[in-house]
């Protein structure tokens, strides 16, 4: 099991666990309870004026100059079954699991995207407009955090869109991982919510277990 997979469910176990078993004041000692992170989250309206995808957040990057960009890197971490890794860094066979729809993928008989939990455009709505270029590739690239980024079906992705959570949700038992990665990305680049986003946040959070969201801010040096 690869190094991204284990830290994903190692994470993924201890917030279950201590959400399920401890007080909220113990709870809060390893992170803010999910409920409580969402009341403490910056409430803005969203702007999308000046978004052009490419021009402000670049392409993938291959950031250790190994022959593998961000998208190679991400299925390389986490795939269920390895894929073939020829040349400088062409992946065949392999296969996937897309938590969105609960299915399993494989190249290349299917589509396999690399989604961003928050998309970007919905980052750049939510505050990234503000930052430099450099900081925008950084997060469009972002690999030392597990649920930034995320192999999914391409179905899934295209429904997804940029879409926050009030506009679409993943498949019902997905939801409270979702919403949880969700305010983690957000909470980690001090990104706001609009008014409906986080309503429909709340709303869900009151149904799913009230585990602790990290504290730990992303690591935003540049690239």
Not at 145 to 153: E, G, K, Q, R, S
């Amino acid at each position: 099991m690869n190094s991204r997979i284990r830290a994903l469910l190692t994470a993924a176990a201890t917030a279950a666990v201590l959400g399920a078993v401890l007080p909220s004041s113990t709870v809060s000692a390893a992170g803010v309870p999910l409920q409580d992170a969402i009341a403490a989250m910056r409430v803005e309206a969203e702007v999308r004026d000046g978004y052009d995808r490419k021009r402000e957040f670049g392409d993938w990057i291959d950031a250790d100059r190994d022959g593998c960009n961000t998208r190679a890197e991400v299925l390389l971490e986490e795939a269920v079954d390895e894929p073939t890794r020829t040349g400088r860094c062409t992946l065949s066979g392999g296969r996937w699991y897309s938590y969105y729809d609960n299915k399993y993928v494989t190249l290349p008989d299917d589509i396999i995207d690399i989604d961003h939990m928050v998309p970007l455009a919905e980052a750049w709505d939510s505050g990234a407009r503000n930052w430099d270029k450099a900081k925008r590739v950084a997060y469009a690239n972002h690999l030392d955090d597990p649920v930034h980024l995320v192999a999914v079906t391409g179905r899934s992705n295209r429904q997804k869109a940029d879409k926050d959570p009030f506009e679409w949700m993943p498949y019902e038992q997905a939801r409270c991982r979702y919403i949880t990665e969700w305010v983690h990305i957000k909470r980690a680049w001090d990104l706001s919510v609009d008014e409906r986003e986080r309503n429909v946040l709340v709303d869900y959070a009151a149904k799913c277990p009230n585990v602790p969201i990290s504290t730990t801010t992303a690591d935003r040096r540049t690239l």
